[in-house]
Every structure is written in structure tokens, then in C-alpha cells.
């Protein structure tokens, strides 16, 4: 009979983990902007879960995200050292949202490539508090609890990111506007047209490359409409003409997976604003490429 209470536990404690997971996940992913370490996370909290004694616990949800936040936040601590001495460029890992298009929360925040991009200059607790408040809409008082400091401190960290997130970035467009605009800067970017790029790209506008020390990507961001469209329009001529383009969906946005010889090269991504373009970020490293190109397979 014990065995048959701990197999039948075992499996409510199964099926309790497998209804937070989404949220888990979702909440690691936007903390650390990588779908690797968020699986790492999720596995993490699962062990832990197996191990505590659940009978005490009467939310298994709120205690696995505050088990999973925790987590997420001690590896962004340490996640901000190793990218310091990455080479080139940081972008977030991208992910297919067509399945799940808010990504396990209430809200799709802090979910685009850009926000996830700024979120990283911010410190870990600020954007756990960020992340749960925006997309989880988490209470403050909730949100306390998880960091374990006060509520008037919450509203502070929260308030601290949001105008971060403001004084970065102006207001996005709406899905429909955003492929328009990525379908004419690629139209531009493909013919190397410095007069067609000069026309999309916002003045202020910078350009990405995530290589990962690969050769062809550029290893500093390329800043200004002037430089960015030359840069674009060098690279055009060995870039395009080998390649495929198919559009995609990567955090919520539209993009364009490139590739080569049936092989991905890049998978293009913009920030778009009612300016035009003001971020153009190019993952190219093949460890962030390849778990994408294999969800679109799914």
C-alpha cells in the first residue's frame, strides 16, 4: 500500500509540475533571455520539487515560481560575468512563441528580442520583479514574498525598469506595420540600395551581430543610419545572392530565418518603431540558431 501512495504522490506531484511548467519557463526564459539555461532552471526546479515535502505545500504554482525565480536570478548573477567576455555582440536566445504566443504568462511582455536585450542592463532582481509584475501580473506584495524584500521596494524596481525600458526604446508597432517595415529593409538590405536603407533606418539606428566569435559577423554594434547602410550595403553582394529567406515568427514579432545551401545562417530580427528601424539584431551563433530552426520543425 506505501508503494502505491508513493507512486499515486509521484504522479499528482507530475501532473502539479507539468500545469506550472509554461509559466516556469516562461518566467526563467525572460530572466535569463536563454531558452538553454531556462530548460536548465525548469529541470532544477523539478528535482527540487520531487524532493520537498509537498504535503505542506498548498500552491504548488506560487512555490515552483518562487523556487524557479530565485533560481533564475542566482544564474543571471553569474550569467553576467560570462557574457562580459563574450565575443562580440550578446543576443538573447530566440524562440518560437507560435505555440504558446505569451510564453507561459498572462501577457506577452517581455517577450521581444529588443526588451529582452535592455532588460539585460538591468540587475537580475530588478528584472525578476520586472518580468513577474509586466507579464505574469504578479501583486506586488507577491512579488515581495519571491524576492524577499519589502513591497515599497518592489514598486521601486519595477518603476526603475520601466523607465529604463522608456528612456531606450520608443513604442513598438503593431505586428502588421512590423513585417511591413522588415518586408522593405530587407527588399533594401538584399539590393544594397544606400539610398533605400537610409530611408528605413532611424538615425540613432544600431545593428547586432551574435556570432559568437564566428567569422563574418561583425564583433562591435554598428551604430548611425550612415554607417549601418554602408555596413549593410558591403556585405549585400557575398550575403544574398547564396541565400533563402523564410519568414518566420521569433519572440512574438515577425522575422526572417536565413539560410544557406538548406543550412541556417541567420535569423533576422528587428525593433520597430513609427520612426522606422531602430535595431536590427542578427543571430548568427549556431548553439542560438539551432534549438530555433528545430522548434520550427516541432
Known amino acids: 500500500m506505501r508503494a502505491e501512495d508513493d507512486a499515486g504522490s509521484l504522479d499528482r506531484a507530475t501532473r502539479q509540475f507539468m500545469t506550472a511548467r509554461p509559466q516556469l519557463f516562461g518566467i526563467a526564459y525572460r530572466v535569463l533571455g536563454s531558452v538553454t539555461e531556462a530548460e536548465d532552471i525548469v529541470q532544477d526546479a523539478w528535482l527540487r520539487w520531487q524532493k520537498t515535502d509537498r504535503a505542506e505545500i498548498q500552491e504548488p504554482t506560487a512555490f515552483l515560481a518562487t523556487v524557479t525565480t530565485r533560481l533564475a536570478i542566482n544564474l543571471a548573477q553569474s550569467a553576467r560575468m560570462r557574457r562580459e567576455s563574450y565575443v562580440g555582440p550578446w543576443l538573447p536566445e530566440p524562440v518560437d512563441t507560435r505555440t504558446d504566443p505569451q510564453l507561459g504568462a498572462e501577457r506577452a511582455e517581455a517577450l521581444d528580442l529588443a526588451v529582452l536585450l535592455l532588460l ?5 532582481v530588478e528584472r525578476a ?3 513577474l509584475r509586466e507579464a505574469f501580473d504578479y501583486p506586488y506584495r507577491r ?5 524577499e524584500t519589502s513591497e515599497a521596494n518592489t514598486r521601486q524596481l519595477v518603476t526603475r525598469a520601466r523607465k529604463h525600458l522608456a528612456a531606450e526604446r520608443s513604442a513598438p508597432v503593431s505586428s502588421t506595420a512590423h513585417r511591413r517595415l522588415l518586408e522593405v529593409f530587407l527588399a533594401a538590405a538584399r539590393t ?3 539610398a533605400e536603407l537610409e530611408d528605413v533606418l532611424t538615425e540613432d539606428v544600431v545593428s547586432y551581430s551574435d556570432g559568437g566569435g564566428m567569422r563574418g559577423a561583425s564583433r562591435i554594434p554598428v551604430v548611425g543610419r550612415l554607417r549601418v547602410s554602408r555596413y549593410l550595403a558591403a556585405f549585400a553582394p557575398r550575403f544574398w545572392p547564396p541565400a533563402d529567406v523564410r519568414w518566420v515568427e521569433a519572440n512574438g514579432r515577425p522575422a526572417v530565418l536565413v539560410s544557406a545551401d538548406g543550412n541556417a545562417v541567420a535569423l533576422l530580427c528587428v525593433d520597430v518603431s513609427a520612426r522606422g528601424v531602430e535595431r536590427i539584431m542578427w543571430v548568427m551563433n549556431p548553439a542560438k540558431l539551432a534549438p530555433y530552426v528545430a522548434s520550427l520543425a516541432d
Do not use: D, T
Not at 143 to 147: D, R, S
Open 120 to 124: 539585460e542592463k538591468l540587475n537580475p
Open 143 to 147: 512579488i515581495a514574498e519571491i524576492l
Open 129 to 131: 520583479a520586472y518580468v
Open 192 to 194: 544594397g540600395s544606400l
